[in-house]
């Protein structure tokens, strides 16, 4: 008996070191991907987020968002999963990039500044772009929470992007009608 027991002690050491060490490289990857924004790059934030103001409040990226927002989403029963099974072929991916909301965004992201571009509804369903995103709705997302509080958003650190997976500093602002926050345009600047 005294042997099981040393046995288990012994394993539940090893099992809670192994643990302990792979949380801290875990911690360490993460923080290792992670970067301050340098003056450069804040230059180019506040650049972009005029544009982005600018644009959002484009009128077919206006009409697109309502339109989005009376439907429910442009895409009836959409989840990130069923999202990311689609084939960037797929009808409801082409339907959303050749809507007139996408075409404006895409002669928009021609800009070497950034690496993407879509607008979003109030509730984060994707309205345009001219790319098919990781996420349809990114609404737990701080790009989309921030803004569609309708003030900007900056993230805090340069990381790579989960779309574009470029070094980028996430930034988006609300697309507003009547003074309300009705949808986000979403963008990464690229930090190179």
Do not use: C
């Not at 996408?102 to 800009?111: A, G, H, M, R, W």
């Not at 993407?116 to 996420?135: I, Q």
């Not at 958003?153 to 574009?164: G, M, Q």
């Not at 997976?165 to 609300?174: G, R, T, W």
Request: without cysteine; glycine residues 6%; aromatic residues 6%.
């Amino acid at each position: 008996m005294n042997v099981q027991k040393n046995v288990s002690i012994k394993y539940t050491k090893v099992v809670s070191a192994f643990l302990a060490g792979a949380v801290i490289a875990l911690g360490s990857a993460t923080n290792v991907s992670a970067e301050p924004i340098s003056p450069d790059v804040q230059a180019k934030i506040e650049h972009y987020k005029a544009k982005l103001t600018e644009w959002a409040a484009n009128p077919a990226i206006v009409a697109a968002v309502k339109n989005s927002n009376a439907k429910g989403g442009l895409v009836h029963d959409m989840s990130n999963a069923k999202w990311d099974d689609l084939k960037d072929n797929d009808p409801a991916v082409t339907d959303i990039q050749n809507s007139d909301a996408s075409k404006f965004l895409k002669t928009q992201e021609t800009d070497k500044g950034i690496n993407k571009l879509y607008a979003r509804d109030g509730k984060g369903n994707l309205v345009a772009g001219a790319s098919k995103p990781a996420l349809y709705n990114n609404a737990s997302r701080p790009p989309f929470k921030n803004a569609i509080d309708g003030k900007a958003y900056v993230d805090s650190e340069v990381k790579e992007d989960l779309t574009t997976k470029k070094k980028s500093v996430q930034l988006s602002v609300p697309i507003m009608s009547e003074g309300k926050a009705i949808g986000v345009l979403h963008t990464a600047v690229t930090a190179n």
